[in-house]
């Protein structure tokens, strides 16, 4: 495959237009797909720049389709990063299960056989797609990141591992403390091994309470009918120590909100005008 | 099955709340899938009615998940129905394209061997649904109808075949005279037979033609990009009748936009705010 991305889809839409890229990741050792929504180009000003990172089983499209995000990205003259969640193909270790393997890389560097190689998404997402949709598309340097379940522990996780990265970062439904629940648990001991150690840089609830961690805004919405909230969830963990530390953190549960893209819809202006205060500020 | 509506899959979005039923259809002879979305019940009107009628290959749930509409419906207090294209199951003739049998029933009433019995949709969304949907929910009796391509079709012949029933009607790249294109011939000849006159009754733009045709406010948007324009779409074989005849009908061509959801997205909120007006007027 060749280095420059190929294009794979196009469409226009809100006066904008949405990507579909391919290309051949250096990170994961083969091809990642990832989307890109660009405003309306008749802005002065370059857009700035929100990624957002998807949850278990979803790849770029998840957010790209179901979320309805675009619409105030126009308005607010916001370009849309979506990657993919892991590697995928043939050649890419799978699991059966749908919370390890393809469509589960939880955003890190796997450190142990047969991850390790393939699953770099860290390096991806930190790393590699930054540069690469630089130097596609005319951007501002000024970024977010927001995510949903695994995607909102991508987000936080990598807005604590980035100090001075990202403006604001915010999550739907986020996994905050993957040392202490199941999801987090089973993917951390088959990525990175049983040394919990090594865990702990990618935990979302851990790197907050340290004692350099730099604050940063964040905003969480989390639906209190979620039926993954008690024993996958669990805000409050990241609620406590940003308390603690005077942290601005607003954690709001929706009352009867559930899991799923509907939730998300009903409160993406909310974060993408979040954000936007930030990155123009 | 049951004759009463089985709720199969329930969300809370935007304050209002998503369904999604089975039931056995006395129209079709057999099971058929329907989503519902009702808005906050914090009004104190019952809300007003819109049906979105899909395209080829769609189902209940292209709408519900990617046109954005519950946003708006929830500010405007109107309910949305959205049916599914055909019947469906193992019983339910079927053909290899995507565009005869399932996922392709033309809103029409089939006339001949094998489709007639089961492909009666114009029965099931003229008649069926609409007493269904009343007799689950307090609904208003106002009503408007819309759809896309296929559906757009059968949103305009729909509210051209039962006067009074709709206080407007809009549609997405609609097919408006089926008779002369490729996907109405092919569909019209298997489901009524080889007398093109019987296909007539299904034709918006004769049924607009026609000297007793009772004009309604019609909406149409079609994206210029959208490579089915010139073969199957031809809205200006919609507008030249309509022109003649001093109808209130708004055809937009909209710049650089295709066929996909993105384009429906993208001006969903003219079509709920135009109806809105009527419904409220």
Redo the contacts between chains.
Sequence with gaps: MEMNPECIDE?????GR?YRYRHHSASTGGPMTYSVFLPPADKQQQPHVIYWLSGLTCNDENFT??A?A??VAAELNLALIMPDTSPRGQDVPDDAAYDLGQGAGFYLNAAQAPWAGHYRMFDYVADELPALVHSQFALSDRQAVMGHSMGGHGALMLALRLPGRFRSVSAFAPIVNPCDVPWGRKAFGAYLGDDENAWHAYDSSRLLAAEDARPLPILIDQ?D?DPFLGLQLQPEKLEEPARRKNWPLTLRMQP???H????I??FIEDHLRFHAGYLNA
């Design positions: 469409h226009r839409l809100f006066g949405q389709l179901k309805g675009q619409r639906g009918a009867g909100y559930d799923s893209y509907f939730f819809a009903s």
